[in-house]
């Protein structure tokens, strides 16, 4: 069968009517498209309007005092090159005015603790929290500020000094601050010979410590002549002053001995540090593992415990500064020096490290000459301080060299008690006496 061509002709017997009908349907078929053309371009407009609402809140937001870092990155996202320049250069200033508010608001709390008031420091912050009522956040920054001085002065006078000295320009102010606390303790030294002695005693007195006042007020007690009466009878005050000095004289023995244990160690670590770094790492910035591996830490702990060596090194240097006067006193770049130390930064080079060698050498000393005087006071009235101060062990350049093979400690019968501190005795009949006095079998 064969195939017929296609017909493509339209069977239409009135083809009139049948084109207007197909004129009127393309004509509705234009009409829709304009009308999505028209809802497409009028979501456009739409969304070009919110996006400029947008563009402008965030312009506005960096207008705002309490403009954040992720503000100015959301402006960016959104603007032209031109805008994009000059929002960089509003970033800029903000982070120097950030800065300078950050400076302005640390500087007065740093130069109190500094002056030896902290009650002084903690107004301050008390009437900085009333400014933020409405902050929360800042609120408890500042209430944790005040906890800490409370708890520890020192402690904040370094963490606040140390936050300080990293905001730019603030190494500068911090600098300052240290300068006029050194003039104003130098001009005190200076009335210190205009002054009575009872006046200056009593000006000593107020600047201890409250743990020193109490072993001073604890001394002078029981240096007191004893009353004039026929019975022996102990009052509250002896019996109170007898306590404070029996938990003060283990203390002081402690502090004597850690001070002459550091001192023995100093050497042995200058020595380390003098045959590892040599050469062109003397001059360089040292990382804590080198650090660790020169003073003889071989372990993978050899940072960790190369930075807790140096931060008590620091941290020693730095508490001592009052007792440490005259040609040996702590000058202002080796304050700055124990100061950046004792945050944990010990990038530090050998002449660094050999600086803070020499100040916590200087340290230790003091601190073991002012422990040994307080232990001689207390050892005139009482038997047991005597005792402590038998077993302090001497400063170590005063310790004869031993033969190879000798043993090494002090000849004499050895007493422990059960917390753990041991007493050498010359004889056995000391020996025994002290364990009847002391409870101890």
């Known amino acids: 069968m064969a195939i017929k061509p296609i017909n493509y002709e339209i069977d239409q017997s009135q083809p009139i009517p049948f084109l207007e009908g197909m004129k009127e349907g393309l004509q509705l078929q234009e009409i829709r498209q304009k009308r999505e053309a028209e809802l497409a371009r009028q979501e456009q407009e739409k969304q070009k309007i919110l996006a400029e609402e947008r563009r402008q809140q965030l312009y506005q ?3 705002s005092p309490d403009v954040a870092p992720e503000d100015y990155k959301a402006a960016l996202l959104v603007s032209d090159e031109a805008k994009a320049k000059s929002i960089m250069q509003m ?3 903000s982070d120097k005015a950030a800065s300078r508010a950050a400076i302005v608001a640390l500087s007065p709390v740093v130069s109190a603790l500094h002056a030896g008031n902290p009650d002084r420091a903690i107004s301050i912050l008390e009437q900085r929290g009333k400014a933020y009522e409405g902050r929360p956040d800042v609120q408890e920054d500042i209430q944790n500020r005040i906890n800490l001085i409370k708890t520890s002065p020192e402690s904040a006078k370094f963490e606040f000094g140390g936050e300080l000295s990293v905001i730019p320009g603030g190494s500068d102010v911090l600098g300052n601050i240290l300068k006029l606390t050194e003039e104003k303790r130098a001009e005190a030294e200076a009335k210190r010979t205009k002054l009575s002695p009872a006046i200056q005693e009593a000006i000593d007195f107020k600047n201890l410590s409250k743990d020193d006042q109490q072993a001073f007020l604890s001394l002078q007690t029981l240096k007191r002549p004893p009353p004039a009466v026929t019975n022996v009878s102990v009052t509250n005050l002896d019996k109170s002053a007898a306590t404070e000095l ?10 004597a001995n850690s001070a002459a244990s550091q001192l023995e160690q100093l050497p042995r670590y200058r020595r380390a540090l003098d045959s590892a770094i040599t050469g062109t790492f003397a001059e360089s910035r040292l990382t804590a593992a080198r650090i660790g591996n020169a003073l003889g830490f071989t372990d993978d702990k050899a940072a960790a415990a190369s930075t807790e060596l140096i931060q008590g090194l620091a941290e020693m240097g730095l508490q001592s500064r009052g007792m440490i006067t005259g040609q040996g006193a702590i000058s202002n770049e080796e ?11 010990i990038n530090l080079t050998k002449a660094e490290l050999s600086v803070i060698f020499n100040v916590a050498e ?3 000393k003091a ?7 307080l232990l001689e006071s207390a050892a005139s009235k009482s038997e047991t301080a005597g005792l402590f101060l038998q077993n302090v062990s001497p400063m170590p350049e005063d310790k004869p060299e031993q033969p190879q093979g000798m043993p090494r400690g002090r000849p004499g019968v050895t007493v422990t008690l059960p917390n753990g501190q041991s007493f050498v005795f010359p004889n056995q009949q000391a020996a025994d006496q002290f364990k009847a006095r002391a409870g101890v079998r």
């Open 61 to 63: 937001r960096l207008l």
């Open 91 to 93: 970033m800029e200033q």
């Open 246 to 255: 029996g938990q003060l004289v283990p203390k002081l023995y402690d502090q």
């Open 335 to 345: 304050q700055k020096l124990l100061i950046r130390a004792r945050s944990g930064d």
């Open 362 to 364: 200087r340290s230790a």
């Open 367 to 373: 601190q073991y000459a002012k422990s040994r005087k």
